[in-house]
C-alpha cells in the first residue's frame, strides 16, 4: 500500500495544459452553453414514448395514500424508494407525461453540471468541462433523464458521493464533507439497492493508494454512519426478497456488446471503440511516470477512483449473473458518471502523452461530439425509443367499451400503464367510463404483479360479466408465462368466445387486446369495431 497522498494545491488538481489560465467568465459561458445543450437532447422528445409498465408504476405508488405507500415499500418496493417520495410531492405540478418526466430530467441537468464539479476536483477545469460535454450528449444518460424512474436521480447522487468523498480526504478536519457523504450515499441506496456496489467501488482503491489523511478511526466511523443509515434497507434485502428480478435474462456476449454500445451512446462500434482508446488513455497518462512522486499518487488515485467506479459495478453484476441473473443495461447508471469522466480525462491527455500533436485533443473532441450526435439521431430514429403504445390500445378499449365489461391483464403490470391512460382520457378526451379490472386483484399491492395465474385461478375472477377484455404481452419468452396465457384463455372458453383482436405497437412485445363475450351477448358486439 502507498502511502503519502497529499491534496493538490488548494484542492483542485492543477491543469497539465494551460487552461486554467481561461478566465472564470469563459468557463462559466461554456459550462452554461453545455448544460442548455444538454437540456435541449433531454427536452427533444420527451413525451415520444408512452409510460411503460414502470414508469405507469412510479405514478401509482406516488399517488397511493400515506398508509397505503408505506406499506408498499416496507414489503415490496423499497428499491427506488425515494425517488417515490419525491415524485408524490413533484406531482402536485401535474399529471402529465411531460411534468412527472421532467423530475427525472431536472436530475439529469443537475448531472451535468456536477459532473463538471467533480471532474474539475478530480482532473482540472478542462477536464470537468470536456466530462460535462460528454454526459450532456450520452445518449444513454439522455434515455433515463427522459424517463420516469430514478435512474437520473441515481446518476447525480452517484456523482455527489464520490465528491464529498474526494472533499473529506482533501479536507481531512471538514467533518461536512464526510456527514455529507455518508448521508448522500445513503440516499443512494435507497434510490437503488445496486448503489452498494457504488460505495463499495469507491474504497477499493484505497487498498492500494491510501492517501496519508485518511485514518482507520475516520474509517470505522464513516463504515458505521452509513451501516447505520441504510439498516432498513439491508434488512429489507434480507427479509423480503420475493423475485423482484426473476425477469432478468442470463447475459449473452451479443447483450453486453449491446449494452456497451448503448452505454457510450448509441453510437455503434465506432464511438464505443473510441471510448475504449480514451479510457486507456487516461489510465497510461496516470501511470506513464514511474516516479512515486506525490503528485503522480495523487492522479493515480484518483484515476483509480473513476476506474473502480466504472468497472466493478459492472464486472461483479455481470459475473454474479452467471448464477441468477441481476445485471440489466439501466441498473448500470450508476457507473454511467464514471464512463464521461474517464473520457474527458483521456481527451485531455491526449495533449500530455502526444504533446507534438496539437490539434489531437480539438480534433478528437470533435469525432466524438459528433459521434455522441449520431447516437442520439440513431436512438431516436429507430425501433428502440418507439416504446409501447399503450395510449392507442386504451383509447381502442374504451371506445368500445360497454357497461359491466371488465379487463384481465397479463402480465398484470400491463394494467399500469393501462390505468394512468384511461385516466387521462376521462379527464381530457371525453371518455366516459373504463373496465373493471378484475385481474391483477389489487392495483396498490406490487407483490400481486408476479403473480402467473392458472387456470382455476383465472376461472375464479371471471364473475358473471358479459364481456371481457383479455390485454396481452410480455408472455412470449418465458415457459411460464406461454402456460399462465394458455390457462388464461381456456378459462375464458369455457364460457366466452372471441370477437375482436388488435394487435398494437410495443419495444417490449406488442400488446394483444382480445374481446371475448358470452355467446348470448353476441349481438351487443358493436360491428364493425
Known amino acids: 500500500m502507498v502511502t503519502g497522498l497529499k491534496p493538490t494545491g488548494p484542492g483542485l488538481v492543477k491543469d497539465q495544459s494551460g487552461f486554467s489560465a481561461t478566465s472564470s467568465a469563459v468557463n462559466s459561458v461554456l459550462l452554461a452553453l453545455i448544460i442548455v445543450a444538454g437540456a435541449i437532447f433531454r427536452f427533444h422528445a420527451l413525451t415520444k414514448r408512452n409510460f411503460w409498465d414502470d414508469e405507469a408504476a412510479s405514478v401509482i405508488f406516488a399517488q397511493l395514500p400515506w398508509s397505503s405507500f408505506w406499506r408498499t415499500i416496507a414489503n415490496y418496493e423499497a428499491n427506488m424508494s425515494l425517488y417515490y417520495f419525491l415524485l408524490r410531492g413533484w406531482l402536485h405540478f401535474g399529471d402529465s407525461e411531460a411534468v412527472i418526466r421532467g423530475l427525472s430530467l431536472l436530475f439529469g441537468l443537475a448531472s451535468i453540471f456536477a459532473t463538471y464539479l467533480l471532474g474539475r476536483r478530480l482532473f482540472g477545469t478542462k477536464a470537468g468541462l470536456v466530462s460535462a460535454a460528454l454526459s450532456a450528449v450520452n445518449m444513454f444518460q439522455i434515455r433515463y433523464s427522459q424517463e420516469a424512474r430514478g435512474y437520473s436521480l441515481l446518476f447525480l447522487l452517484s456523482i455527489l458521493s464520490t465528491y464529498f468523498l474526494v472533499r473529506a480526504i482533501e479536507s481531512p478536519g471538514q467533518k461536512r464533507y464526510w456527514f455529507g457523504y455518508v448521508v448522500v450515499s445513503a440516499l443512494g441506496v435507497y434510490t437503488h439497492i445496486f448503489f452498494y456496489l457504488v460505495v463499495v467501488a469507491q474504497w477499493l482503491p484505497m487498498a492500494f493508494i491510501r492517501p496519508a489523511s485518511l485514518r482507520f478511526r475516520t474509517i470505522v466511523q464513516t463504515a458505521a454512519g452509513f451501516i447505520l443509515l441504510t439498516a432498513p434497507m439491508t434488512l429489507f434485502i434480507l427479509t423480503k426478497d420475493k423475485a423482484q428480478l426473476n425477469w432478468v435474462p442470463r447475459p449473452t456476449v451479443f447483450l453486453l456488446l449491446e449494452f456497451a454500445k448503448l452505454f457510450t451512446g448509441y453510437g455503434g462500434s465506432a464511438l464505443l471503440t473510441a ?14 511516470n514511474t516516479q512515486r512522486t506525490p503528485a503522480t499518487v495523487d492522479e493515480r488515485w484518483r484515476t483509480n477512483l473513476v476506474v473502480s467506479w466504472l468497472a466493478f459495478p459492472i464486472a461483479f453484476t455481470v459475473l454474479v449473473s452467471f448464477h441468477r441473473p441481476i445485471f440489466y443495461d439501466r441498473f448500470m447508471a450508476i457507473s454511467a458518471p464514471a464512463l464521461v469522466l474517464l473520457v474527458g480525462k483521456g481527451l485531455v491527455d491526449l495533449e500530455v502523452v502526444f504533446p507534438r500533436l496539437r490539434l489531437l485533443f480539438a480534433a478528437s473532441l470533435v469525432v466524438v461530439i459528433g459521434l455522441s450526435l449520431w447516437g442520439i439521431y440513431r436512438y431516436d430514429a429507430g425501433r428502440i425509443s418507439q416504446g409501447d403504445d399503450w ?12 357497461d359491466g365489461d371488465a379487463a384481465f391483464f397479463y402480465r398484470a403490470s400491463g394494467s399500469r400503464p393501462f390505468t394512468y ?35 382455476e385461478q383465472a376461472r375464479a375472477v371471471l364473475g358473471d ?7 396481452l404481452q410480455h408472455y412470449e419468452n418465458l415457459s411460464e408465462r406461454q402456460a399462465a396465457k394458455r390457462a388464461i384463455q381456456e378459462a375464458l372458453q369455457e364460457t366466452y368466445r372471441m370477437f375482436q383482436e388488435q394487435v398494437f405497437a410495443g419495444t417490449s412485445g406488442p400488446i394483444h387486446v382480445l374481446l371475448y363475450a358470452r355467446d348470448s351477448g353476441s349481438e351487443s358486439v358493436p360491428a364493425g369495431k
Open 421 to 455: 391512460y384511461a385516466h387521462r382520457e376521462i379527464e381530457g378526451h371525453g371518455a366516459t367510463s373504463s373496465p373493471a379490472i378484475i385481474f391483477p386483484l389489487d392495483l396498490s399491492n406490487a407483490e400481486l404483479f408476479n403473480v402467473e395465474p392458472n387456470q
Open 275 to 288: 471510448y475504449g482508446a480514451l479510457g486507456l488513455i487516461a489510465i497510461f497518462a496516470a501511470y506513464r
Open 465 to 471: 360479466h358479459q364481456r371481457i377484455w383479455l390485454i
Open 391 to 402: 395510449q392507442l390500445a386504451t383509447r381502442y378499449v374504451l371506445a368500445r367499451e360497454q
